[in-house]
């Protein structure tokens, strides 16, 4: 027969003693570095792209581009904590990033200003 609380519900079970793994703290602080200082830079990122790509006045490049950064970045630190590793999470991280420096160095070359 299970035993019951004094409230008559069942006793829950004693957790384990031992807590999280350090293997598990180690990917979790992982994936917190990868969220802040990932996430940051991939909005730096995108948001230097738009300011050279878009085709307005550069003050109104600016203000849209980081309009767009204000969202880009939540969506990258939702996007590390959904991915199913840590390596995953750097690697999407470090490739949409390099995406974004490439479009950085090629609108340059072609002469634009923001």
Do not use: E, K
Not at 47 to 61: E, I, T, Y
Not at 78 to 93: C, D, E, H, I
């Amino acid at each position: 027969m299970r035993s019951l609380s004094p409230g008559g519900a069942p006793a829950a079970r004693p957790l384990p003693a031992s807590g999280p793994t350090p293997g598990y703290r180690a990917a979790v602080a992982s994936r917190a570095g990868a969220a802040i200082g990932g996430g940051y830079l991939l909005s730096w990122l995108a948001v230097r792209a738009l300011a050279l790509g878009l085709p307005m006045d550069p003050v109104d490049n600016v203000v849209a581009a980081t309009l767009v950064g204000l969202a880009v970045y939540p969506c990258a630190v939702m996007w590390v904590f959904a991915a199913a590793t840590p390596t995953r999470a750097w690697l999407g991280l470090g490739g949409a990033c390099a995406l974004f420096q490439l479009a950085i160095l090629v609108l340059r070359a072609l002469g634009g200003q923001a």
